[in-house]
C-alpha cells in the first residue's frame, strides 16, 4: 500500500540549502535530513546541492535547486497559527525579515514564500454565528497591515 504521507517541494534557484537551515532555525521542532548533491550527468554542477530534506513541526519538506525556471507566489502559503501575542510577534518578525509585509498577517519572506502568520484564535472568530462579532474582527484583520495584534482583534470581536 502506498505511504499517504505527503511532502511539500519548495522549488528554489540555487539557495535551497539556506532557506532550509533559515527555517528550521525559526521553527522549533525542526530538522534537516538529507542533502543530495548532484552528479556529473546534472543538471547543475557535480557536487552542489541539488535537495535538501528538512522538517518543520512534523511536516516534511524538499527544497529544490531548480533554478530559475520557476518562482513563488502569494497563490500558495503557509499558515502559522499561534497561541499569543507573543508567538505571532516571534514569528511574524523572523519570517518578515529581509522580506515584505502584507495584509492581515501576511508575508513573503526573503525568498519569496508566503505565510500567514495569525492568532489561532482567528478562525474561531471569523466564523463565529454572530456575524457582527464576526465582521468586527475580520474588519480589524484587513484593516492591519503586518502583523497582527492578538489584543485589538480581541477588543473589536468583544464591542469594546
Known sequence: MPSTDLITCLWFNGNGE?????YTSVF?????????????????PE????????????QDFIALNGGPAF?????ISFQVPCADQAEVDYYYDALAEGGEEGP???LKDKYGVSWQVFP??????????DREKAARAAK?????????????LHRAFDGD
Do not use: C
Not at 18 to 22: K, N, R, V
Not at 29 to 41: E, L, M, Y
Not at 71 to 75: L, V
Open 120 to 129: 489561532a484564535v482567528l478562525p474561531d472568530m471569523l466564523n463565529a454565528p
Open 47 to 58: 557536487g552542489s546541492v541539488a535537495s535538501v530534506e528538512f522538517t518543520l513541526n512534523g
Open 71 to 75: 518562482t513563488f507566489s502569494g497563490a
Open 140 to 152: 480589524v484583520m484587513m484593516g492591519t497591515r503586518g502583523k497582527m495584534d492578538v489584543a485589538a
Open 28 to 44: 522549533k521542532d525542526s530538522s534537516i535530513g538529507r542533502i543530495n548533491r548532484f552528479t556529473a550527468t546534472g543538471p547543475g
Open 104 to 106: 492581515g498577517g501576511w
Open 18 to 22: 539556506e532557506a532550509a537551515e533559515f
